[in-house]
């Protein structure tokens, strides 16, 4: 009996069932209890990843009670609890393993195994809405049922009302330009929205959607202050705090959705470095930039197209590390995508604002963009791309190789200037002569950060590698462009 497990799901050995503790996709029951008391847990696996009940083992003291003396009418019920206790009714398997119970005698355990609901929200008879979250189950009400049902997409964020804007507080060049890009210039505003679906009626009266405030909008900070990007470059490849927080830049980019994708674009653009690297195929060196531009900038686009605009209080975020970029956007992947089949499905959790980008020849489909992600981050010898799902978000992580670079610029130092007077030099010359093999010039004070080292200690190492004919100087002593560049 020790060899006990399940075969639709074999983490579930008889150990595991009676020795660990509940989790997100395992709980135990005792066959004491009626059928119906399971339906909340029946709703909450369902409505999160799927999970496993097992009954005939004391949720209390984890005793091997079994199920045999309770009947098989209790069992039948049991095994149809999704049917009758839920709607709709979940998809479901029973199971059942063969035990010796805590009496000795042969016995049965049931199992359970209720599968995620992808595209319903599966409630109990009662009208009751549950969600597993860790090894609770909690009953959903309020902001977190709507949530859960955005996620669903039984309902969507995008096409409910806002009951505040108004068509004043919309741009109207913006307006203009989405009416010239449909071929609708020759009718009204509110004719255009109208047929878009940009408004709805309650109670005889006509309002904006979230939609299109969110995409109009003059304002956007006015109705939205989650409306927005926020950019976060670090010194290094850690986050550090208090006395040693290395904070390069924090910036917040707010703007309407239509407008925020390119005033993303152009400030990343400024942050990005770009290196010298040689082209096997001409042998010349040339500028390369840190990452491919698509890679980074698809990424700012799905996490503005797709990103769950119904979490309050949350925001896309950009970090710069020396070593990667990462783009985190609120909300779950939507749907039926996930990050083992983000490549080859599509879905759009805000259909109408991902058309309008479209139109606007933004956005691509969803995994057409996420294919070339990785297409040019191969071409330019990256890393694949990581997509993973921390808390209720979505990131992309993009690596350079500024290692690899680091060793190359070293490797290209001491081709440049020879190894005997590479040997000549200490390691802060080393490391200036390695760092400016990439540049085509620099100035002090950039080397002084880099290096962190005074501006006086850099002079005097750049004084020495001009000695050595090494280094040049463009411009005069007190220029305030002064700049260096390496004796090639």
Known sequence: MEYVKSLINPILTLEYM????ENKIFDRKSASKKPSDIADLISAFANADGGTI????????????GINKYGD????????APKDCCKPMPAYKEEFLDIINSEGKEDRLLLLHIEPSIDRIIRTTNDSTFLRIGDRTRELKGDDLRNLEYSKSTRHYEDECNMDATIDDLDEELLNEYKKKIGATDISNEQMLRARGFTKVINDKRYLTNAAVLLFARNIQEFYPNCRIRFVKYDGTSEKVGLNINIIKDINIEYPILKIINKAKEFVATQLREFTALNPETGMFQIVPEYPEFAWLEGIVNAVAH???????????????DDRLEIVSPGKLPNIVNVSNIMTTRYSRNPRIARVLTEFGWVRELNEGVKRIFSDMKTFYLEPPVYSEPEQSVRLVLKNNIDMRAIRQIDRAVKTIGADKWDELDELEKKIMAYMTSRKSVKTIELSNKMEKSPRTIGVRLNHLMELNLVKRNGSKNDPNLSYEIIM
């Open 18 to 21: 009676t020795t660990e503790k």
């Open 73 to 80: 009418e209790k069992i039948n019920n049991f095994i149809n």
């Open 54 to 65: 097992v009954i005939g083992i004391s949720d209390k003291t984890m005793k091997l009670e």
């Open 307 to 321: 990103r769950e605009y119904g979490m309050s209080g949350s925001y896309i975020k950009i970090t710069m590390y």
